[in-house]
């Protein structure tokens, strides 16, 4: 560009320093992703799409599990099957991101050893690097172990390591939820007192709904998390 310079680096600071304060930049990292630099950038593409990739992968299932109940409306086994099974798509989502934001985290991870009860004996000082060297295994044997559809549980520790609340005015209706897909996946659709549960397309439909409120409640609060990083970062 004949810049009267040695660095091409010194030629861009020029050029950006004598453009207008608002104008927009587009840096093209396509030679970054095909170097495997991909998930250095996911933090920026969750915060633009303002979904995170486990509440994408969770949503999409429960849209599938809406269309599937639609093809047999009236077919009440898979009624039932799909109910149960939009349970099972928060909870997986529950843990997903929890397990994503505590081993990427290491100010989550540090939240999650301090205030969940891990139930073990207590070692001496210089025991501290062996037990250091198991932390990750000891923290996923937890994690695996927890029940995530039992609601508060779940609000507990996503209060106590993520720093995010449950929607209260879902839990009510997730928790009467959670019990009938007790019934549905261990008492093969009855409840305790022998009764069929009558669930049909329409509570299907409404049990999607709700959930995708809750879930979403919650995925705002870890995008939330994930702006605040990146502000901490630049400061």
Do not use: W
């Not at 994503?100 to 939240?111: N, W």
């Amino acid at each position: 560009m004949n810049f009267p310079c040695n660095d091409s680096d010194h030629f861009v600071t020029a050029f950006l320093a004598s453009c207008p304060e608002e104008a927009v930049f587009e840096l093209n990292i396509e030679a970054l992703i095909q170097s495997g630099y991909s998930d250095d950038f996911t933090d920026l593409e969750e915060i633009q799409q303002e979904e995170t990739q486990p509440h994408a992968i969770s949503r999409e299932s429960v849209e599938e599990i809406q269309s599937l109940s639609a093809i047999q409306p009236l077919n009440a086994s898979l009624q039932r099957m799909c109910y149960a099974s939009i349970i099972t798509a928060m909870e997986a989502y529950l843990g997903d991101i929890l397990k994503r934001e505590i081993f990427t985290r290491p100010a989550v991870k540090q939240r999650f050893v301090v205030s969940y009860d891990f139930k073990k004996p207590k070692f001496t000082l210089s025991e501290i690097y062996t037990k250091l060297a198991t932390l990750d295994a000891e923290i996923k044997d937890a994690l695996d172990g927890l029940s995530l559809h039992k609601i508060d549980t779940a609000k507990n520790i996503f209060r106590s390591t993520l720093l995010t609340e449950f929607p209260a005015v879902s839990l009510p209706f997730l928790g009467g939820a959670v019990k009938r897909r007790h019934d549905i996946v261990h008492r093969n659709g009855r409840n305790t007192e022998g009764e069929l549960l009558h669930i049909g397309h329409s509570d299907v439909a409404e049990l999607a709904h709700e959930v995708l409120i809750f879930t979403r409640t919650i995925d705002a609060q870890i995008i939330d998390g994930l702006l605040q990083n990146i502000d901490a970062e630049r400061d």
